[in-house]
């Protein structure tokens, strides 16, 4: 039984449902899980921040007010975001990352990453920006400082993408994938083969809130090429940047192209890849691609994601979920803190026993 | 790094494609898994036995002639079946079960497992008799002798099924599943959707020799039967027998009904199900049933099997994979091998370093 302190770095959506999590399943999760969890910090640019080195209640920091500020209506709370000082004061075992993707730079986020692992904490994040731009260098400083650094939501939310490639599939040798990676452009995708137009498409994803009010980075293909370089970095062992990876988007797609594959039976699906060849290089792209009917990506519709593993030993390997929505991330970070559990007991409890 | 020592009980396609593994890849697994693999016996009905204890070349374990004592030709080789002896007195870490099921008994499988346990030997297992039929009992003896008990491979071969919903998926709440569990009974309703009678469908199935040549068990499910038992206890927490489960196959289904179906855009599937309620009860069924074409285990086709669970945290999630295969279940064996090395690294190489 343990329990970790976090300190919530970024108080939107995503951490907000982590608390609600903490408020309904705390007791739970000691029973079941080995743990509990105890919020110690949290900070945020728009709410301010807050520090309070005994905990606080989940049920009181979900009743602050979201305005401007709003965390200094606590004990501890101040009006002001200070994220680097939540995050080196705070007494936390586990800094919990949930800020905005900045795609260019990936900052602050890779800042508040290396100041948790100088400060000896372990970190958890959904955040594609620091993972794809700065990951090598980050689970270096995350080792050498002996603390944990986690990101399975970095990737289709809380669907166990990165875990099983890496871990339920060690050994199968992985030599590529294929990913639905974004539910806004299969969307819009899968509503133009119906007949709408790409416009309205868009307009019906905005309304449904799962596209952004900006849809260029979900439509052009950008947020794919992050997670493209996330996989093939962490699964197919490459050292790619964002710029290695060709990328066109859905705008080129015309109705007719979609109704001519409709009607062989096919389907236009925006597809992110990659493929280690025999010399262990490895190639990736973003791209618009015509799938027969028997591609396990090809009945993948709406908001849902999914990633195809191609390998040795075991052929091909397809893992469908939810890629997005704010619980469904909030689990994300839950898992990474239950594998951060687990390699805290392999080292601290079973000890020394053979 | 490490020298696993494994005995082979059972000598047919799974375990010599294991082998085979051995002998392709045991000098790269050393390098990237940390291991590498040492056969010390052999077992099988009609190979007969082998105890070798610095270990059996793997390319001359391959070349032996696939006949009554086949293996007497070996040093250490003997013309009869010892699987108990070569259980007991191979010096194994590991013994690699891969026998037929029974599905009544589960024997002489479970009394390997009880053997080896006894023995002081760790077991992995693709044989789905006794992890349906007495996993309980054989887990809580292998935790008492402190070694370890495997068998991802008993459910869709080496496609990470209970290793994903176990262990990437810890926390999610995992509330039921709905799975296509043996691929011989999909093709065969996916043959008969495009109008073969069911005999035509089962012939083609045999011919292309993922049928058995006595299909019953397949189309009938009590194949999958087994599996749902499995998961359901594994997953859910049940503590269900074959006989909880009630089950009926494809021989009611008529080309009408398939017809029908798919002119409305839907289709038939054999499906594999268990569901826990709030009071913690868990019902099970295999059971055609007709989905809409929206479900995700509507598009699965041929002999691919694949596994919705309904979760909590994250909604539905689906693992789509081969389901059968000599290689894909001898990749099993490896991944349940990795799983056991793992976790005995957490015990002897980290230490009591917090």
């Known amino acids: 039984m343990a329990v970790y302190n976090v300190s919530l770095i970024g108080f939107g959506g995503v951490n907000r449902a982590l608390v609600s999590?903490?408020?309904n399943y705390n007791d739970e999760w000691m029973k079941k899980l080995g743990f509990r969890l105890n919020i110690v910090g949290v900070s945020d640019l728009h709410l301010g921040s807050l520090i309070s080195p005994n905990g606080v209640d989940a049920e009181e920091l979900l009743k602050i007010k979201m305005e401007k500020g709003g965390l200094a209506s606590l004990d501890g709370g101040c009006p002001d975001p200070r994220s680097m000082e939540v995050i080196r004061q705070a007494p936390a075992d586990i800094i919990v990352e949930a800020t905005f993707t900045d795609p260019k730079t990936a900052e602050p986020a890779i800042s508040y990453?290396?100041?948790?692992?100088?400060?000896g904490?372990?970190?958890v994040t959904t955040n594609k920006g620091p993972v794809a731009l700065a990951a090598r260098e980050l689970i270096k400083l995350?080792?050498?400082?002996?603390?944990?650094?986690e990101y399975e939501g970095a990737v289709m939310s809380g669907t166990p993408v990165i875990r099983l490639a890496k871990k339920s599939m060690a050994g199968?040798?992985?030599?590529g994938f294929q990913g639905i990676l974004n539910g806004t452009s299969n969307y819009v995708v899968g509503r133009m083969e119906m007949g709408l137009s790409f416009n309205e498409a868009v307009a019906e994803a905005q309304e449904k809130g799962f596209a952004e009010a900006n849809p260029a980075a979900d439509v052009e293909g950008l947020d794919i090429r992050l997670k493209v370089v996330i996989l093939a970095n962490e699964i197919l062992g490459a050292n790619l940047k964002p710029d290695d990876v060709s990328c066109s988007g859905i705008l080129g797609l015309t109705p007719a192209d979609l109704e001519d594959a409709v009607s062989h039976g096919e389907r236009w699906k925006l597809i992110g890849s990659a493929e280690k060849d025999e010399d262990g290089f490895v190639s990736a792209q973003v791209k618009a691609s015509r799938l027969p009917s028997s591609h396990p990506l090809a009945s993948i519709s709406g908001a849902t994601n999914a990633v195809t593993f191609?390998?040795?030993?075991?052929g091909d390997v397809t893992v469908t979920g939810p890629g997005a929505g704010r619980i469904e991330t909030a689990y994300a970070l839950l898992s990474?803190?239950?594998t951060l559990h687990h390699d805290r007991c392999s080292f601290?409890?079973?000890g020394d026993a053979e």
Chains 1, 2 share one sequence.
């Open 172 to 175: 199968a040798d992985i030599t």
């Open 21 to 23: 999590l903490i408020r």
């Open 121 to 123: 904490r372990s970190v």
């Open 113 to 119: 990453c290396r100041t948790a692992f100088e400060a």
């Open 348 to 350: 601290t409890e079973k």
């Open 336 to 338: 990474d803190i239950i």
């Open 142 to 149: 995350a080792q050498q400082k002996n603390v944990g650094f």
């Open 310 to 314: 191609s390998t040795e030993l075991l």
